[in-house]
């Protein structure tokens, strides 16, 4: 399945490794963070810090809007650490773009 062509992919590079919440992303935001649909955002390739920030005011209930409550409930449960790996690794796949 994609997460493990893309552990493929970065055999040997400095990539953060593939955090296991990251699986449940790309059902809604396709593998790669390249979602198929334009209804989700790309997050592959993104700043880290502005992923990190992202994922930090949803899960505070600060990003509001039509398709916000989705990324809030995605949000909740993820610690301060998992949130930072998630950013990292997403925003890894820039050479993916
Ligand atoms: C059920 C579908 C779904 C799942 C699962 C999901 N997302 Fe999202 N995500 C969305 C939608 C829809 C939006 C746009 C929400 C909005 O309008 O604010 C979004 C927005 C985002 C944004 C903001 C992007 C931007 O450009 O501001 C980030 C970052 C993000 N998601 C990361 C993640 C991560 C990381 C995961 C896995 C932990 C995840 N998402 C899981 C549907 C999903």
């Given at each position: 399945m994609a997460i493990i062509i893309l552990g493929d992919r970065h055999a040997g590079a400095q990539a953060?490794?593939?955090?296991?919440?990251a699986a449940v992303c790309l059902s809604c935001h396709g593998p790669f963070g390249r979602p198929e649909t334009p209804e989700y955002p790309i997050i592959g390739g993104q700043n880290a810090a502005y992923l990190a920030s992202a994922?930090?005011?949803?899960?505070?209930?600060?990003?509001t809007g039509e398709a916000a409550g989705v990324m809030t409930g995605v949000a909740e449960p993820l610690d301060d650490r998992t949130i930072e790996d998630l950013a990292a690794f997403f925003s890894s796949l820039r050479s993916l773009r």
């Amino acid at each position: 399945m994609a997460i493990i062509i893309l552990g493929d992919r970065h055999a040997g590079a400095q990539a953060p490794a593939v955090p296991d919440a990251a699986a449940v992303c790309l059902s809604c935001h396709g593998p790669f963070g390249r979602p198929e649909t334009p209804e989700y955002p790309i997050i592959g390739g993104q700043n880290a810090a502005y992923l990190a920030s992202a994922l930090r005011a949803y899960r505070a209930g600060q990003r509001t809007g039509e398709a916000a409550g989705v990324m809030t409930g995605v949000a909740e449960p993820l610690d301060d650490r998992t949130i930072e790996d998630l950013a990292a690794f997403f925003s890894s796949l820039r050479s993916l773009r």
